[in-house]
């Protein structure tokens, strides 16, 4: 008798154990990108299909013409908003940041700075406790100088280890550094 109670107990913990393990919380995720290159938006892009999340798109209250992100003389409205961190109002801010934990940051290097509407989306998102990585796309500049300012703009976040890319945009290498830092080893949902 005593041994059909341990089988039976064995068997409803496996099961217990199994039931748990298929009831776990799964990852809402959310790539959020400054639309200033197609280099900028495509790899955004690729982040997407690559961790399943959700394209967000930040829009400047203000559009930037196309001068003025080509970074050229003509583009001075950039050059004095990093100069000044001059504050760049969002025109869609992000209002369901709560159901996401892991949030991707996609952007270009201006001036050796994260651009100014980067910082303010950082810095009045509530991000506390969230995953937030970073991600710089620029041929020449490194992510290294931008990382200060958007940790110190959300110092309770969760701050991952970011990445430069390219803009030589190279999707089978943004993707694999994506599936490697997140643990994908099958194609998401968004793929198949």
């Given at each position: ?10 068997v409803?913990?496996i099961?217990l ?6 009831c ?6 959310v790539v ?6 197609s280099?900028?938006s495509?790899?955004?892009n ?36 990093q100069e000044k ?6 025109k869609?801010?992000?209002?369901d ?21 980067i ?40 701050w991952?280890?970011?990445?430069r890319f ?26 198949k």
């Amino acid at each position: 008798m005593s041994k059909r109670i341990i089988a039976v107990i064995a068997v409803l913990a496996i099961a217990l154990s199994v039931f748990a393990a298929g009831c776990k919380k799964k990852t809402k995720t959310v790539v959020v990108y400054l639309n200033s290159s197609s280099s900028v938006s495509e790899t955004a892009n690729v982040i997407s299909k690559s961790n399943g999340g959700d394209l967000y798109e930040l829009t400047p209250a203000k559009k930037y013409s196309d001068d003025e992100l080509t970074l050229s003389d003509k583009g001075q409205r950039v050059k004095t908003e990093q100069e000044k961190n001059t504050k760049v109002e969002i025109k869609n801010p992000l209002k369901d940041i709560k159901k996401y934990d892991k949030v991707y940051v996609v952007y270009p290097v201006w001036y050796e700075k994260a651009p100014r509407i980067i910082v303010e989306f950082v810095k009045t998102t509530a991000l506390e406790g969230k995953s937030v990585t970073p991600i710089a796309v620029s041929n020449i500049s490194d992510i290294t100088p931008t990382l200060d300012e958007l940790k110190k703009a959300a110092p309770k976040a969760k701050w991952v280890t970011g990445v430069r890319f390219s803009e030589s945009l190279d999707p089978i290498s943004i993707d694999a550094w994506v599936r490697n830092s997140e643990g994908i080893t099958q194609k998401t949902t968004k793929e198949k």
